[in-house]
């Protein structure tokens, strides 16, 4: 069964989306851990609720990105994690836990990468006039918002939407279009592993 971290700064939708998706049987795998860098997020709150364990911190208690993330990756080994799922997580991933996690870092983002990266990707679709815009599912290098696409679906915009209908459209393809993709990886993950196997065995 792949282990799945999600870490939010948010409302954690898709946390709900991605833990509901693991319980029905969607994704072949169980959500075992949440980190929130948000003390107070609403996502806190969906995660006691499932009784999945949190780890809540202020980035600001530590001395540097490099110690919090190497507090993370002691967790994250502790609870074998697979595969960690940034989920509205605010925050560039560090060479610590990159180099830890090495191409099994994914995000998900609401626009067509590369066209409007970083904060308020819906926000800035809609004041460039664009007629689409959409979700991306990405994997994580060093870079904002950059990274291997894996996945794409777009949504359109039309005269009469705004900020909040946008982000409502892009919102319900998020939370089918990311359980997809986080199983489409574990089976590519899976086959590698055991194309791997038969070679060197
Ligand atoms: C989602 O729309 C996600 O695509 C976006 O934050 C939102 C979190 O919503 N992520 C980014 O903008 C990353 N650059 P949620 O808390 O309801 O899941």
Same mark, same amino acid.
């Given at each position: 069964?792949?282990?799945?971290?999600?870490?939010?700064?948010?409302?954690?939708?898709?946390?709900?989306?991605?833990?509901?998706? *693991?319980?029905?049987?969607?994704?072949?795998?169980?959500? *075992?851990?949440?980190? *929130?860098?948000?003390?107070?997020? #609403?996502?806190?709150?969906?995660?006691?609720?499932?009784?999945?364990?949190?780890?809540?911190?202020?980035?600001?208690? #530590?001395?540097?990105?490099?110690?919090?993330?190497?507090?993370?990756?002691?967790?994250?080994?502790?609870?074998?994690?697979?595969?960690?799922?940034?989920?509205?997580?605010?925050?560039?991933?560090?060479?610590?836990?990159?180099?830890?996690?090495?191409?099994?870092?994914?995000?998900?983002?609401?626009?067509?990468?590369?066209?409007?990266?970083?904060?308020?990707?819906?926000?800035?679709?809609?004041?460039?006039?664009?007629?689409?815009?959409?979700?991306?599912?990405?994997?994580?290098?060093?870079?904002?918002?950059?990274?291997?696409?894996?996945?794409?679906?777009?949504?359109?915009?039309?005269?009469?939407?705004? #900020?909040?209908?946008?982000?409502?459209?892009?919102?319900?393809?998020?939370?089918?279009? #990311?359980?997809?993709?986080?199983? @489409?990886?574990?089976?590519? @993950?899976?086959?590698?592993?055991?194309?791997?196997?038969?070679?060197?065995?």
């Amino acid at each position: 069964m792949m282990r799945i971290a999600v870490f939010a700064s948010g409302s954690g939708s898709n946390f709900q989306a991605v833990l509901e998706a *693991c319980v029905s049987g969607i994704i072949k795998g169980e959500v *075992c851990q949440v980190v *929130c860098d948000k003390p107070g997020a #609403y996502v806190e709150t969906r995660a006691e609720r499932a009784g999945v364990p949190l780890f809540s911190f202020s980035p600001s208690d #530590y001395e540097s990105k490099k110690a919090f993330e190497t507090e993370l990756v002691a967790l994250l080994k502790e609870q074998q994690v697979d595969l960690i799922v940034l989920a509205g997580y605010m925050r560039l991933i560090g060479p610590v836990l990159l180099g830890a996690f090495e191409g099994r870092i994914m995000n998900i983002h609401p626009s067509l990468l590369p066209s409007f990266p970083g904060l308020r990707a819906v926000e800035q679709a809609v004041d460039a006039g664009v007629k689409v815009t959409g979700v991306t599912v990405h994997l994580v290098d060093e870079g904002m918002d950059t990274g291997p696409i894996l996945a794409q679906k777009p949504v359109t915009i039309e005269p009469e939407d705004t #900020y909040e209908t946008t982000a409502a459209k892009i919102h319900r393809i998020e939370h089918s279009l #990311y359980p997809e993709t986080i199983e @489409a990886w574990r089976k590519t @993950a899976e086959e590698r592993e055991s194309t791997w196997q038969n070679e060197h065995s």
